[in-house]
């Protein structure tokens, strides 16, 4: 019967969490020394992602926990405990170093503009659509090869705009960083999305949300060419 973990906590602190916590998922505890494990037994399906999340969240609300990667799967409670036993030390480190905190996400992406006057090609696409004429381009010109030269070039203005926009990024990373300086115990970047280039992770003390946010809103006053989106608070995914 697969048990699907949710998160280590203190066995003190367990008393803390409501039976009820999570709603009506069947979530209980494994206990081994001074750890306890939250876990779903779900015999029959795999845990949907929210359910998990919510789960997770319930217990976070309450104490210090330390999230497991969703989708993680044991045997038995046996195996929770031997977990539990095993990595003990490093287990009540990581848990010390995540007391009383959550995370709080920070998307980072270009701000939209306006479409600026289109250069006027005769005979071209962009001409179509500034005047709206049906002139069309002579099939000599449209169907130009390209040389090794023409590659070339392309090659190097693309790598070139590659590089101007990770420097940048760097650079608007770096500024919030700085700004936010005094809010926040640790900070990483996160892999990249196509609606945001930048993704943050901070990791903060409990209680001070609203000084995060009040602080980012302020960083953002200086990116005026960049909108911002703060997220959370949740479990400390990012550095558990």
């Given amino acids: 019967m697969p048990l699907y973990p949710l998160g280590i906590s203190r066995c003190r602190d367990v008393p803390s969490v409501p039976r ?53 799967e044991l045997r038995d409670e046996s195996e929770i405990r031997a977990l539990l036993e095993d990595r003990s030390l490093d287990l009540l480190d990581r848990l010390g170093h995540l007391e009383w905190t959550c995370e709080m996400g920070l998307r980072i992406a270009p701000a939209e503009k306006p479409n600026g006057p289109l250069k006027s090609d005769v005979g071209g696409d962009s ?24 590659y ?9 705009g590659a590089n101007e926009n990770a420097e940048q990024e760097s650079a608007i990373v770096q500024q919030f960083v700085e700004s936010l300086h005094g809010c926040y115990r640790q900070w990483r970047k996160l892999q990249s999305s196509p609606s945001h280039p930048i993704r943050l992770a901070f990791l903060i003390e409990r209680g001070r949300e609203a000084a995060f946010r009040s602080r980012v809103e302020n960083a953002s006053e200086a990116c005026r060419d960049w909108r911002c989106a703060v997220l959370g608070p949740w479990p400390p995914y990012s550095f558990a």
Avoid at 27 to 56: K, T
Avoid at 127 to 147: E, I, N, W, Y
């Fill in 20 to 72: 009820q916590a999570a709603g009506a998922v069947n979530m209980r505890w494994s206990l081994a020394g001074e750890l306890a494990c939250a876990y779903i037994d779900a015999p029959h399906q795999a845990v949907p992602p929210m359910l998990h999340a919510a789960s997770l969240d319930a217990i976070h609300r309450r104490i210090s926990v330390l999230p497991l990667r969703f989708g993680t």
């Fill in 127 to 150: 001409c179509r659509r500034l005047c709206g004429c049906t002139t069309k381009t002579p099939p000599s010109a449209a169907a130009k090869p390209q040389t090794p030269l023409d």
């Fill in 152 to 160: 070339l070039k392309n090659h190097r203005t693309h790598h070139r």
